[in-house]
């Protein structure tokens, strides 16, 4: 730990991103209290299918603490959580053990819906996940268009038409050959990633991996 490390988090310690109470590891993702209450997704069922992909990994499911500590994120600009959220999808993605990985890029946002928010919270979680695997990150994709958000729409249908063809590949993009992993926050139906993917192989990427914080399904509770 570097000294301004240190001297951040004498000045501004650490909080759980999931209670809020102050961590007693400053280096820790999370605090023992939180951990055994998080919904856990293990093995299989932490994996989603979404079309266009090799597979779609998150560590967690969407309930119980997660969604609001998700919200706070997002919507209320903490972006100090994108570090200890990152830390969990890393873990999670190394848990894999996917060979060879050559790029990690994100689902961005618009240019309006960032300006609003201030940062694209898949975006940070991205290069922080980068960071910590010796991985490295790129903007490969834009979005054409503001759109409505993904999280008010509550059928699959409206989902699919809301993100079809809202993005593109940054120019001068160069993917033939290299297996990518695309990183979001939160995958529900998997339109977004599904949409995301297929421009990626039509950049050329041989393989294309999901990695999300958390997974929202209908069918588990």
């Known amino acids: 730990m570097s000294v301004g490390e240190k001297m951040l988090d004498l000045l501004f310690p650490p ?15 999370l605090c023992r209290s939180c951990h055994p209450k998080l919904p856990w997704l293990e093995g299989k069922a932490g994996e989603r299918k979404i079309d266009f992909t ?24 903490v972006k100090a959580l994108g570090r200890p959220f990152a830390a969990l999808m890393a873990r999670c993605l190394d848990s894999q053990r996917l060979e060879g990985v050559d790029l990690i890029c994100w689902a961005p946002l618009s240019k309006k819906r960032r300006r609003e928010r201030g940062f694209d919270q898949a975006e940070l979680l991205a290069r922080e996940v980068g960071r910590l695997l010796s991985i490295p990150a790129a903007p ?3 979005k054409t268009r503001n759109t409505a958000p993904q999280s008010g729409l509550e059928d699959e249908y409206a989902r699919r038409a809301n993100a079809r063809g809202v993005y593109r590949l940054a120019t001068g993009v160069a993917l033939s050959g290299k297996r990518v992993v695309l990183v979001d ?4 139906s998997g339109s977004t990633l599904s949409e995301c ?25």
């Open 140 to 142: 490969v994709l834009q």
């Open 185 to 188: 926050d939160v995958v529900t």
């Open 54 to 77: 090799d597979g779609c990994f998150s560590p967690l499911a969407y309930r119980d603490l997660v969604p609001e500590a998700i919200q706070r994120y997002k919507f209320s600009r």
């Open 15 to 29: 909080k759980c991103p999931f209670c809020q109470k102050i961590l007693d590891n400053p280096r820790a993702p």
């Open 197 to 221: 993917a297929a421009l990626l192989h039509q950049g050329g990427a041989s393989q294309v991996f999901c990695l999300t914080l958390a997974q929202a399904r209908k069918d588990r509770v």
